[in-house]
């Protein structure tokens, strides 16, 4: 079941490496930037984002 309240994307849109999770977001003046997350558990293709992103933040599908 998902969380109420709780942040989720798709499991293509969260990159690791080296342990760190990030994602790819498209800031205001559409600038492509890396940002780290914290992510929690995974379900049906989804991934729980606990902390790093704000809901609303525009961030890409997949890595560009």
């Known amino acids: 079941n998902y969380l109420a309240d709780t942040l989720y994307l798709p499991d293509s849109a969260v990159q690791k ?3 760190v999770s990030f994602v790819y977001y498209m ?4 600038l ?3 940002k780290a997350i914290e992510t929690g558990i995974s379900i049906n293709n989804c991934t729980q984002i ?8 525009l961030v890409l599908a997949d890595a560009p």
């Open 17 to 19: 490496e080296n342990d």
């Open 50 to 57: 606990i902390s790093g992103l704000d809901e609303g933040e």
């Open 27 to 30: 800031d205001d003046n559409g």
């Open 32 to 34: 492509i930037g890396v």
